[in-house]
């Protein structure tokens, strides 16, 4: 069994953006600049938001975090994306997710310059990922996916069962592992028999919220484990959705939590919005 481990594929990522950004500003006198909106006092959400911001000013990024009230409207929100939109320092503009229920999250994440959504969640985006054509992708799947070609697995003709079918995590992975010609079957909350599928599949992939759903006698042996799930458990710890202690032994491949798939998400996000930079850098220098 070998772990897959995405803190260091992380480090290696953000390493590269660091020294991406560095020409940027040496070459174009740029700095990429990413804008994130967080509402309400969610502990999780503002973790993430705080991990996010931390991990921009390692790589040299100009960042701001809009932490707004859990009574904001949905137009103060636009306005604010409206304003972002129409920044020339900012990049890539995110909305951590959930949005309290007086907000249409499809609404405001429509509301995103396409060209800033650099997590991928516009419609826009989506539509050009499913039709494999270039464009921002989801951070979490995208990370996997630089997993699998940092580890040279190659996707074609596997038999891949994602477990999870979130906008955000199952149903682009899904669409990103087509796009590689693998064999994809998608589950979720109403599947009927979880355990039929994914013991006979070459590689399960899960991000669920349920610790502990993926069992031994769920995974065939020499499978690959992917586990995007992140729980926190009444005693503190992180763990997965995968059983680990029983389910690695059987694996060729698994990635750890933390220290899996988590690291790749943030590597991913500044990924994209050096990217996006680099794009916005270009339509300056063609006009
Ligand atoms: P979600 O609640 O939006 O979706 C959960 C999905 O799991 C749904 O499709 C649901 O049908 C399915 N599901 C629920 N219970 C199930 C069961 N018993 N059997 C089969 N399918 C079941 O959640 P989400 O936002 O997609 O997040 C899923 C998990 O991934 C969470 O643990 C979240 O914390 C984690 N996550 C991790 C990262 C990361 O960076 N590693 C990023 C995003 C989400």
Not at 217 to 241: F, Q, S, T, Y
Not at 266 to 280: D, E, G, H, P
């Amino acid at each position: 069994m070998q772990l897959i481990d995405g803190k260091s594929l992380s480090k290696k990522v953000q390493d590269y953006v660091q020294s991406e950004v560095e020409v940027l500003k040496k070459e174009q006198g740029m700095v990429p600049g990413l804008a994130v909106i967080v509402v309400g006092d969610d502990p999780a959400s503002h973790a993430y938001v705080n991990m996010k911001e931390k991990a921009c000013k390692n790589v040299g990024f100009y960042s701001i975090a809009h932490k707004m009230p859990v009574t904001i409207t949905q137009d103060e929100i636009i306005e604010i994306i409206t304003m972002m939109n129409n920044n020339p320092h900012i990049h890539g503009i995110l909305v951590q997710l959930p949005l309290p229920p007086q907000i249409d999250t499809n609404k405001i994440l429509e509301v995103i310059d396409p060209k800033k959504d650099v997590d991928g969640f516009h419609a826009y985006n989506v539509g050009r990922m499913v039709s494999n054509l270039e464009s921002f992708v989801a951070c979490t799947p995208l990370g996997v996916m630089k997993m699998f070609e940092e580890y040279n697995i190659d996707l074609e003709g596997q038999d891949v069962v994602v477990v999870g079918a979130s906008n955000i995590v199952g149903k682009p992975m899904a669409s990103l592992l087509l796009n590689k010609n693998a064999t994809v079957t998608v589950t979720h909350i109403f599947t009927k028999d979880l355990k039929a599928h994914t013991s006979k599949a070459d590689i399960v992939i899960v991000g669920v919220g349920v610790p502990n759903l993926i069992k031994e006698d769920m995974v065939k042996d020499g499978a690959i484990v992917i586990d995007i799930g992140i729980n926190r458990l009444e005693d503190g710890r992180l763990v997965g959705d995968v059983d680990f202690d029983a389910v690695s032994p059987k694996c060729s491949y698994i990635t750890p939590v933390p220290g899996g798939v988590g690291p790749m998400t943030i590597a991913m996000l500044l990924q994209n919005t050096l990217t996006s930079a680099q794009q916005f850098s270009k339509i300056k220098e063609d006009n």
